[in-house]
T-cell receptor, first 108, second 112 residues
Framework: KNEVEQSPQNLTAQEGEFITINCSYSVGISALHWLQQHPGGGIVSLFM???GKKKHGRLIATINIQEKHSSLHITASHPRDSAVYICAVRRSGSRLTFGEGTQLTVNP | DTAVSQTPKYLVTQMGNDKSIKCEQNLGHDTMYWYKQDSKKFLKIMFS???????INETVPNRFSPKSPDKAHLNLHINSLELGDSAVYFC???????????FGPGTRLTVL
């Protein structure tokens, strides 16, 4: 079983919908990252957080350290949000352990 | 003004060959990484260097050897390529070893 589990694996939404992607992990961590992989393959770091909540534009990331759970929310989703969203945790040092990703498709 | 660049973008080669992938970052970062993304899109750390010093060396075959001539470059050399080495290889860098990582565009390696 992977140390980092994401749900759902695939998500299809209509433009404008509120989207939530979940990430659960089974180990103690020092930080959690959310990444976005575009259809063309490029990877962009969206958030790094170790507690609470962060917001950037229409994206919101939250983490609950006690419950070992994080969520990524997208408000007013748009077709350009279609991508794979990847959760990764850092236990110590620089090593990241990745979830398998959530494929998001937003239809117009 | 690309931040993290990799060459080549695509690499198609025969089994048994030796090949190298190059990575350069112009961000002034101290830490660089190599990741492998398999056909199921699962990312896995291979190596990490901090100021030219190897700090992470995951369980990868000895055929893979990273080389960091200076802290702006981290190259990956692969000997005796096998079919299972086919994947996308991503280079990344970060200011320190616990910071946000910036990824290169990836190198798609296909071994025939």
């Amino acid at each position: 079983k992977n140390e980092v589990e994401q749900s759902p694996q695939n998500l299809t939404a209509q433009e404008g919908e509120f989207i939530t992607i979940n990430c659960s992990y089974s180990v103690g961590i020092s930080a959690l990252h959310w990444l976005q992989q575009h259809p063309g393959g490029g990877i962009v770091s969206l958030f790094m957080l170790s507690s609470g909540k962060k917001k950037h534009g229409r994206l919101i990331a939250t983490i609950n350290i006690q419950e070992k759970h994080s969520s990524l929310h997208i408000t007013a989703s748009h077709p350009r949000d279609s991508a794979v969203y990847i959760c990764a945790v850092r236990r110590s040092g620089s090593r990241l352990t990745f979830g398998e990703g959530t494929q998001l498709t937003v239809n117009p | 003004d690309t931040a993290v660049s990799q060459t080549p973008k695509y690499l198609v080669t025969q089994m048994g060959n030796d090949k190298s992938i190059k990575c350069e970052q112009n961000l002034g970062h101290d830490t660089m990484y190599w990741y492998k993304q398999d056909s199921k899109k699962f990312l896995k750390i291979m190596f990490s260097y901090n100021n030219k010093e190897l700090i992470i060396n995951e369980t990868v075959p000895n055929r893979f050897s990273p080389k960091s001539p200076d802290k702006a470059h981290l190259n990956l050399h692969i000997n005796s390529l096998e079919l299972g080495d086919s994947a996308v290889y991503f280079c990344a860098s970060s200011p320190g070893n616990t910071d946000t990582q910036y990824f290169g565009p990836g190198t798609r390696l296909t071994v025939l």
